[in-house]
């Protein structure tokens, strides 16, 4: 199994920056894919980008130019650069990984982006 924890959320003024950060433990070696995905109130989650265990990233098109994400495969963590950030990115912001067939979601780390 793998355990899950997310950083780098809080406050930040429209057109700032955050970096989250999520840090696997467990049975790391398992891993394949890593990714963000975040939901909103009262809406449903949606999958913000995702990286693979040979780098290969993926974005969804709103974030795309603005969101960087990458991963440290020796520290099992996974990040997400967050720039020029709007306030439609508010959000709960989860850390998705992919172990053999399984899926492990991370608790959550809340971003508000003020206007």
């Known amino acids: 199994q793998v355990q899950l924890v997310e950083s780098g959320g809080g406050l930040v003024q429209a057109g700032g920056s955050l970096r989250l950060s999520c840090v696997a433990s467990g049975s790391t070696a398992g891993i394949n894919r890593m990714g963000w995905y975040r939901q909103a109130p009262g809406k449903r989650r949606e999958l913000v980008a995702t990286i693979s265990s040979g780098g290969s990233s993926n974005y969804a098109y709103s974030v795309k130019g603005r969101f960087t994400i990458s991963r440290d495969n020796a520290k099992s963590t996974v990040y997400l650069q967050m720039n020029s950030l709007k306030s439609e990115d508010t959000a709960v912001y989860f850390c998705?990984?992919?172990?053999?067939?399984?899926?492990?979601w991370g608790q959550g780390t809340q971003v508000t982006v003020s206007s």
């Open positions: 998705n990984v992919g172990w053999f067939a399984n899926n492990y």
